[in-house]
C-alpha cells in the first residue's frame, strides 16, 4: 500500500516534471513524419501527432477520434524530442492504447469528438501524463483533480483566431488573482462555487498559481501571436493549425519558437514577423458553427 | 563580499526553478536570453528543457560564443539534464555538439520515453543520500580521466564535475533538497577568492614595483 502511494506520488512528480521541462518551449501539431522532422529541426520542445490538424478536422466534419497508432509510431521513429497524441474526452481506452504505444503525454483534447458528454478520463489511474484543455479556474482545478499533470487554454482550435485563448488565459489570471486575495474562511465558499475540491482552492489561494505548468493554445497562427500569449502569463505554446497551414511552415514554426523565447523583445518578434508568406487563412471565431470550446467543462 | 550574480540560461526549459532555489539563498540571478544579459556573471546554470531546442536558440540569439568564452574562462557551471547534454564533448546517439567543454560522452534519452523516467535515492559525493528526479534524462557513457563521477544510479554515472564544470543528469532544481546549488556556490565562492587573490598579487607587485614573492599572498579580508 504504502509502497503504491510512493509510486504514484513519484509518477506526479515525473509527469508534472516533464512538463516543467517543456516550459518556455512550442509544441507543434504534425500529420506526417516529414512534418516532425521539420518541426524538431525548427525548434520545437514537443511534436501532438495527429491524422488531421484542427482546421482540417474542422473541414472534414464527422467524428474525429484518435489517430491510427502506426502513424503516431512513426512519428515517433522520426524524431528525439517528446512525442504527444491526442484522445478522444473521457475516451479512457483510446488512452489506454496511446500509454500502450509508450507515448509520451496525452492530449484529451476537445478537438476530438467526445466520447463520454459527462465524464473525463480517470487520469490517475494511468503512469502516462495527461494535458488538458480549461477556460477558468474551475475546469482547470477539476482537470487536475481527475490527474492532468500539465493543462493548457482551449482556445478555439482550428481557426487561426487567438481571441478565444486570450479570453481564457486572462479569465484563468483573474480569477487565480481574485482566489489568492481571500481571506481563508473565505475559501470553503468559493471553492464550493468554482466546484473544486477544497485544498487545490487553497494551493492557488496560497502560491497564487496553479499546481501545474499552463501553456497556451487555440488559435496561435504567428510570432506575434505567441509573444502575446506570454506576455499574458502562458508558460509555452501549442501551434496546432497555425504552422503546417501556413506558406512556409519551417521558418514560421522557426520564428514562433523564437518569439516565444524573446516574447518582451519587440526588436526581435518584428524582425522574426518579416517575410513569412502567407498565414493560415483562418476564419473567425465567432463565424464558425462547431464550438470545440464548449465540450468538456 | 558582494552578492553573487548568476546568470541562468532562459531560452527554454525550466531555468525559473532554478530561479528560485538560487535566490533562496541569497543569489542574484539574470535570465540569459540575448549577449548584452551576460554581464559579470560569477555563475553559469544551463538547466533542463530539450537540448536539440536550447542548442539551436543559443546559437540562433548569439549566445553561444560568449557562453562557451565564460565557461572556457573558469566561470563555475552548473549543468543539469539538457545541460549536461550542452556540455557534453560528445552524445552518442546524436551528431551535435554544442559547448563541448566537458570531456565526457553521452547517450540522450538513455532510458526511454516517459514511463521510463524515475525517482531513486542515490548517494551524491559527500553529500550523502539524495532524491534523485530522472525525466527522459540522458547518462554518461564515457568520461575523460580527469572528470570526476559524483554519483552513480544502476552502474551509470549521472553526476559529474570536472575543473568548473558541475553536471548531472537528474534535476536538484524540482525538489526541496538545495545541496547540490550550495555547493555550486561554494564553487564560485572559490572561485572569487582565487581571483581576488590574483587581483590582489597583481597590484602589489605593481605597487612594489619589484620581486612578486615579497608580496603577501593572502587575501586581506
Do not use: W
Not at chain 2, 523516467?117 to 530522472?134: M, N, P, V, W, Y
Not at chain 2, 577568492?193 to 612594489?208: F, H, P, T, V
Amino acid at each position: 500500500m504504502s509502497d503504491e502511494r510512493t509510486e504514484s506520488d513519484a509518477r506526479i512528480e515525473l509527469n508534472r516534471g516533464l512538463a516543467q521541462m517543456l516550459k518556455g518551449g512550442v509544441v507543434m501539431d504534425v500529420t506526417t513524419p516529414e512534418q516532425a522532422r521539420i518541426a524538431e529541426a525548427a525548434g520545437a520542445c514537443a511534436v501532438m501527432a495527429l491524422e488531421r490538424v484542427p482546421a482540417d478536422i474542422r473541414a472534414a466534419g464527422g467524428v474525429a477520434r484518435m489517430s491510427d497508432p502506426k502513424t503516431i509510431r512513426d512519428i515517433q521513429n522520426a524524431v528525439s524530442i517528446p512525442v504527444m497524441a491526442k484522445c478522444r474526452i473521457g475516451h479512457f481506452v483510446e488512452a489506454q492504447i496511446l500509454e500502450a504505444i509508450d507515448i509520451d503525454y496525452i492530449d484529451e483534447s476537445e478537438v476530438l469528438s467526445p466520447a463520454d458528454d459527462v465524464y473525463h478520463v480517470d487520469k490517475r489511474r494511468f503512469r502516462v501524463p495527461f494535458v488538458c484543455g480549461a477556460r477558468d479556474l474551475g475546469e482547470a482545478l477539476r482537470r487536475i483533480n481527475e490527474g492532468a499533470s500539465m493543462l493548457r487554454t482551449k482556445g478555439e482550435p482550428g481557426t487561426g483566431d487567438v481571441v478565444q485563448a486570450v479570453r481564457h488565459l486572462r479569465k484563468l489570471n483573474s480569477q487565480i488573482a481574485t482566489l489568492a486575495s481571500l481571506r481563508n474562511d473565505e475559501l470553503f465558499e468559493e471553492a464550493k462555487k468554482l466546484a473544486v475540491p477544497f485544498e487545490l482552492a487553497r494551493y492557488v489561494h496560497d502560491n497564487r498559481k496553479l499546481p501545474v505548468v499552463n501553456f497556451a493554445a487555440g488559435g496561435v497562427a504567428t510570432p506575434a501571436d505567441a509573444a502575446l500569449m506570454m506576455q499574458l502569463g502562458a508558460e509555452g505554446i501549442f501551434v496546432g493549425s497555425g504552422v503546417f497551414k501556413s506558406g512556409d511552415p519551417a521558418k514560421r514554426a522557426n520564428a514562433i519558437v523564437q518569439a516565444t523565447t524573446n516574447y518582451y523583445d519587440a526588436k526581435l518578434v518584428a524582425k522574426l514577423s518579416e517575410d513569412l508568406g502567407p498565414a493560415m487563412v483562418g476564419i473567425n471565431a465567432d463565424e464558425i458553427k462547431l464550438i470545440m470550446e464548449e465540450r468538456g467543462l | 563580499m558582494t552578492t553573487i550574480r548568476i546568470g541562468i540560461l532562459a531560452v527554454q526549459g525550466a531555468f525559473v526553478e532554478h530561479e528560485r532555489m538560487l535566490r533562496a539563498l541569497g543569489c542574484e540571478c539574470v535570465e540569459l536570453r540575448k549577449p548584452s544579459d551576460i554581464d559579470r556573471v560569477d555563475g553559469l546554470v544551463l538547466p533542463g528543457g530539450e537540448s536539440s531546442v536550447q542548442g539551436m536558440l543559443v546559437r540562433q540569439l548569439g549566445l553561444f560564443e560568449p557562453l562557451r568564452r565564460e565557461i572556457v574562462r573558469g566561470t563555475p557551471v552548473l549543468a543539469t539534464c539538457a545541460g549536461m547534454i550542452l556540455l557534453a564533448e560528445k552524445i552518442r546517439n546524436d551528431p551535435r555538439v554544442y559547448f563541448g567543454t566537458l570531456p565526457i560522452e553521452v547517450d540522450r534519452n538513455a532510458y526511454g520515453r516517459q514511463l521510463a523516467s524515475f525517482r531513486k535515492t542515490a548517494r551524491f559525493d559527500r553529500l550523502g543520500d539524495f532524491e534523485t528526479i530522472f525525466i527522459r534524462a540522458p547518462r554518461v557513457v564515457k568520461k575523460g580521466d580527469d572528470v570526476r563521477t559524483l554519483a552513480v544510479v544502476d552502474d551509470a554515472i549521472v553526476a559529474v564535475a570536472f575543473r568548473n564544470q558541475l553536471a548531472m543528469a537528474f534535476h536538484p532544481e524540482l525538489g526541496r533538497d538545495d545541496r547540490i546549488h550550495r555547493r555550486f556556490i561554494s564553487l564560485i565562492n572559490a572561485r572569487r577568492d582565487a581571483l581576488n587573490l590574483e587581483r590582489q598579487k597583481r597590484d602589489a607587485a605593481e605597487n612594489g614595483g619589484g620581486d612578486e614573492n615579497n608580496a603577501d599572498p593572502r587575501p586581506l579580508s
